[in-house]
């Protein structure tokens, strides 16, 4: 079935454009306030949180206005990270959470990610379920004047994560001694990370804890971790930590100034808890962008990678129906199922303090577990049609691999947000690798023309 408002993430676009407009997020809290309220005759419970975008306020109150015309009770947590609104969604026993955000997007973007009782993503079939209901008619969906449920602000909500976030740490473990900077990208964790790191012990310089509405994600955070860089370097930290808009992803900046990206940080954790005995499944649970290098040094601790499609849904719904604990993408989402649901960009920082504390080593050499290969990345934006069916792009796509052979890996992907084809390849020999991503890029260059 063709999707008309979820992507692989939500629904996300441009602020004030269809689907990210007030009509369709009323109609979204209708729709799956009535999917999740099954009709029982009990009071029923939607959690909303946002990140700190200027359209997050005209989006949260058209969400709370559909869930309490079809009869549910909302409780509004304020800038949150979507990590917490997943688990708050379990802690206040709600039938359906709810996060406003377009993790590292610009601030012109919105999106309105729904999770289940549980704390997960929502599957396919119930987005394809709430799809129908949003182009069906209201009328029928509505409940009595006597019916209509109230809203009420959570104003604990930010003390709750923070008290849950401390606690994957164990209990004698401190921070103290560490000078941590953290990045906040002027999003949904501007008030709670610092604060867990604070509480740790540790001495906390916060930068990008200044959201204005418009300035999330630019020029900060993870996607953008030069100012980070130059901060840690500036103040001589010990480490730095950039999260993304939502929170839900982490990039680690090490004392010399150098970027440690998801692969390695998920490397340091399966270490880490292979050693404790606290790694399940024997293995982790990485997407096909995930460095070679990884899958090499993983091997060589006797534990296996299995990749699935890019999305943390994906790495989710694997770790779920296999019994992995941790999992996560090089982008920086890492999900660790002893504790969260999704990615948590905080809990994961914790992690790997946590063994730079009890190591006594410095997070350099903490964090280079492995050497990464030689890896390039290009993306290539189209108007229209599909590239990737182009013969010419087939033929570019047979020749790479071919010249790769198994001393490399070539992933070709369309993005599930934007009209952009990703080209990566990866190989022992970096002229070769940037060499068939240079010919792939322009036969798919030439099939957009």
């Given at each position: ?8 993430d ?25 999917i999740?309220s ?9 959690v909303?949180g ?12 058209a969400?709370?206005s559909?869930f ?5 009770d ?15 969604t ?12 377009a993790?590292?997007?610009a ?6 990610k729904l ?12 987005e ?9 008619p ?12 109230r ?7 930010q ?12 209990r004698?473990?401190?921070l103290n ?9 002027n999003g949904?964790?501007?008030k709670?990370?610092?604060a ?7 001495e ?10 418009r ?19 500036e103040?001589?930290?010990d480490?730095g930590?950039?999260?993304?808009g ?6 680690i ?7 440690v990206d ?8 399966a ?5 404790r ?18 899958e ?5 601790l006797?534990l296996?990678?299995?990749?699935t499609?890019?999305g ?9 129906k296999?019994?992995?604990n ?29 063994v ?10 903490v964090?280079a577990q ?15 049609g ?6 010419r ?9 071919a ?5 490399g ?6 993005s ?5 084809i990703r080209?990566?390849a ?12 240079g ?9 957009a023309?």
């Amino acid at each position: 079935m063709t999707r008309r408002y979820f992507g692989t993430d939500g629904i996300r676009g441009l602020s004030n454009r269809h689907p990210m407009t007030s009509e369709v997020a009323l109609r979204v809290g209708m729709a799956a306030g009535r999917i999740f309220s099954n009709g029982e005759k009990r009071r029923h419970r939607v959690v909303i949180g946002k990140d700190t975008r200027l359209s997050g306020y005209m989006i949260e109150s058209a969400l709370m206005s559909g869930f309490t015309a079809v009869g549910m009770d909302v409780f509004i947590l304020g800038p949150m990270p979507t990590p917490a609104i997943a688990m708050l969604t379990r802690s206040l026993r709600a039938d359906l959470g709810v996060m406003i955000s377009a993790s590292h997007n610009a601030y012109h973007d919105n999106g309105i990610k729904l999770f289940d009782p549980d704390g997960y993503k929502l599957s396919d079939e119930l987005e394809i379920e709430i799809e129908r209901m949003i182009d069906a008619p209201t009328d029928s969906l509505l409940v009595g004047a006597d019916q209509i449920g109230r809203a009420t602000r959570v104003e604990s909500a930010q003390e709750r994560y923070i008290e849950f976030a401390k606690r994957t740490l164990p209990r004698n473990l401190r921070l103290n001694g560490l000078r941590i900077v953290i990045d906040c990208a002027n999003g949904a964790g501007y008030k709670v990370a610092p604060a867990a790191l604070w509480e740790l012990g540790a001495e906390v310089i916060r930068i990008g804890v200044d959201p204005n509405g418009r300035n999330i994600n630019d020029k900060c955070g993870s996607t953008s971790p030069e100012a980070l860089v130059a901060k840690v370097l500036e103040v001589r930290a010990d480490i730095g930590i950039a999260l993304d808009g939502d929170a839900d992803r982490v990039v680690i900046v090490d004392e010399k100034g150098e970027i440690v990206d998801g692969d390695q940080v998920m490397a340091v954790i399966a270490k880490s808890w292979h050693e404790r005995g606290q790694l399940a499944a024997g293995g982790v649970v990485a997407t096909v962008m995930s460095n070679l290098g990884l899958e090499r040094y993983l091997g060589g601790l006797g534990l296996t990678l299995h990749r699935t499609p890019v999305g943390d849904r994906y790495v989710v719904e694997h770790m779920r129906k296999h019994g992995y604990n941790v999992g996560g993408e090089q982008s920086g989402h890492i999900v660790l199922s002893d504790f969260t649901t999704t990615g948590d960009g905080l809990v994961s920082a914790l992690q790997v303090l946590g063994v730079v504390v009890s190591t006594g080593k410095p997070v350099s050499e903490v964090c280079a577990q492995f050497e990464k290969l030689p890896q390039l990345l290009r993306n290539v934006h189209y108007e229209s049609g599909k590239p990737l069916d182009d013969a010419r792009v087939v033929k570019a796509i047979e020749s790479a691999k071919a010249k790769l052979g198994k001393n490399g890996r070539l992933v070709i992907r369309p993005s599930g947000t934007e009209s952009v084809i990703r080209v990566m390849a990866e190989g022992d020999d970096e002229k070769l690798v940037y060499s068939v991503v240079g010919d792939i890029v322009e036969a798919v260059k030439q099939a957009a023309a």
